[in-house]
Structures are given as C-alpha cells and as structure tokens.
T-cell receptor, first 114, second 112 residues
C-alpha cells in the first residue's frame, strides 16, 4: 500500500492564482481531512469528509474548497491564493466511525504564495 | 470545545537522560488522546494513543504516556533519550467525529 500520497511536494504561486492540491489514499478509509501547519500553531483543520459526497468545514476553511467524488481522492482547491496561505499542507485519512482511529498523514505539500 | 496546551515549546536533554514532554487538555467528555512525532521535513507519525483502556500507554521507540483525568494531563516520557529522538512532538485530542485538535508542538533537542 502506498498509504496517503500528496502532490505536488512543493509549489510557488503568485497572489490571485488558483491551484489544486491532490490527495489520495489506497486504504479504503472513509474519513479524510486537510490540515495546514504553521510555525508555533500545530496543525489546524481546514476541511474534512466522512465519505464520498460528504464534506464539511473545519477550523480554518476560508479560501479553500474541497470535494469528495470517490473514496480514494480528496483534492483541496485554493480559489485565489493569498500570502496568508503560505503554509505546509497535510492530508490525512482514517477509518471512520470513532474518535480513536489512527489518522495516517501524507508527506505534505509546501506552498509559498508570493 | 476541546483544546490542547503543550507547556513547553522547546525541551533540551542530553543523550541518555530522561525525556518529559508535558501536555494538558480540555474536553467536555472522555477524550481520545494521541502523541504524534514529526522529524524535520517529514510527515507525522503516531507514537501512541489513549482510548479509555489502560491509563498508561506504551508507544513506539520506548515512549509512553500516562492519562491523568484529575489533572487533565497526558505527558509523554522516555527513560533514555537517543539522538534520533530529536524532532517536534504534538499532543492531540480527538472529538467524537474524528476531528483532531493539535497542540502547538514541542521541539525536542538531544545533545550528545
């Protein structure tokens, strides 16, 4: 199993550009989520999904869109990039249903917005 | 609302000495608690988790943590630090819906 994969690993955008961060998992997990990591703030939840066709907002959703058309994929879209979105983005997945399931994290995407 | 406070942003120990990383949590019901580790420029790896079974939880690489409900704490310990333990450590609480709330992280430095 590849686990959770993310592409690209690095990306530089100009303010106002849009892009999609890709996330895929091959573990047939129901639950998937996106976090951003900023220095001294830990990871903060952007959006999450409890299954195909179902998404919801996390703590910091503004400026981001998600969709979940398949169990495997959970892309994160930046609609109009801003310097405040410079961060490292992590995708995670877990089996759904309970709070104690381990979440598996991807390797991250480091995004810089100029 | 749930929250996590990691009491030290940086901890420095000598190789072979004990490690203590402190974490306090706030939760309105019985939480699930985790410790994750992140080595430089890497993703996150689960060290251990508490899920209301034994209050002393053993994890990978010799780490363990004790859940103390009366103190709302979940401190991470290791008897003897190794150079490879140098990393950032996150204490995490999970709500009923799998959403994780992270602490700000503790950077562990291990001196030779």
């Amino acid at each position: 199993n590849a686990g959770v994969t993310q592409t690209p690993k690095f990306q530089v955008l100009k303010t106002g550009q849009s892009m999609t961060l890709q996330c895929a998992q091959d573990m047939n997990h129901e639950y998937m989520s996106w976090y951003r990591q900023d220095p001294g703030m830990g990871l903060r939840l952007i959006h999450y999904s409890v299954g195909a066709g179902i998404t919801d907002q996390g703590e910091v959703p503004n400026g981001y869109n998600v969709s979940r058309s398949t169990t495997e994929d959970f892309p994160l879209r930046l609609l109009s990039a801003a310097p405040s979105q410079t961060s490292v983005y992590f995708c995670a997945s877990s089996q759904g249903g309970t709070s104690y399931n381990e979440q598996f994290f991807g390797p991250g995407t480091r995004l810089t917005v100029l | 609302a749930q929250s996590v406070t990691q009491l030290d942003s940086h901890v420095s120990v000598s190789e072979g000495t004990p490690v203590l990383l402190r974490c306090n949590y706030s939760s309105s019901y019985s939480p699930s608690l985790f410790w994750y580790v992140q080595h430089p420029n890497k993703g996150l790896q689960l060290l251990l988790k508490y899920t209301s079974a034994a209050t002393l939880v053993k994890g990978i690489n010799g780490f363990e943590a004790e859940f103390k409900k009366s103190e709302t704490s979940f401190h991470l310990t290791k008897p003897s630090a190794h150079m490879s333990d140098a990393a950032e450590y996150f204490c995490v609480v999970s709500d009923r819906g799998n959403k994780l709330v992270f602490g700000a992280g503790t950077i562990l430095r291990v001196k030779s």
